[in-house]
């Protein structure tokens, strides 16, 4: 019981968890992004689930597992995060730490693209104006 209460003050989201995904503890900052921890699969995103069961089936593995992962959160949205997992006698150590939304660089093209056009047709426009502007100053001088 004295290392399941240690396991509470772990300053990130971390579970110990079975090769079935039942979490058997965790900590304090798990359950303040996850509002259900009882089990991995209650809070991982339906289309992440796959690589979830891949994370799960490496129980073997020496070597740390990394996947990010859409897991849902406390207010019920799904956040990117970046869960790292180490087996070791059958129980897996699981951190997931929050991962920034970096835009698709396709988005930024978009994104750009449409500004580019904006900006354009705004210009155009003050173009206009100053045409029409200068047209009426110079018939006004010419009188």
Not at 22 to 37: G, N, R
Not at 51 to 76: E, V
Not at 108 to 123: F, G, I, M, P
């Amino acid at each position: 019981m004295m290392e399941s209460n240690i396991l509470k003050w772990i300053p990130v989201p971390y579970f110990q968890l079975n090769q079935e995904g039942e979490i058997l503890h965790f900590s304090s900052q798990a359950h303040s992004y996850f509002s259900s921890v009882s089990s991995l699969w209650s809070i991982i995103h339906k289309d992440d689930r796959k690589q979830a069961m891949w994370m799960l089936s490496q129980h073997s593995s020496p070597n740390p597992i990394i996947r990010h992962l859409r897991l849902r959160t406390t207010d019920d949205t799904f956040v990117n995060f970046k869960c790292t997992i180490h087996w070791k006698n059958g129980v897996g150590h699981l951190v997931c730490t929050e991962k920034k939304n970096v835009k698709d660089p396709l988005d930024v093209v978009l994104s750009a693209q449409s500004y580019l056009e904006n900006s354009d047709k705004r210009l155009k426009e003050s173009d206009k104006v100053l045409n029409n502007s200068a047209d009426l100053l110079f018939n006004r001088l010419k009188r």
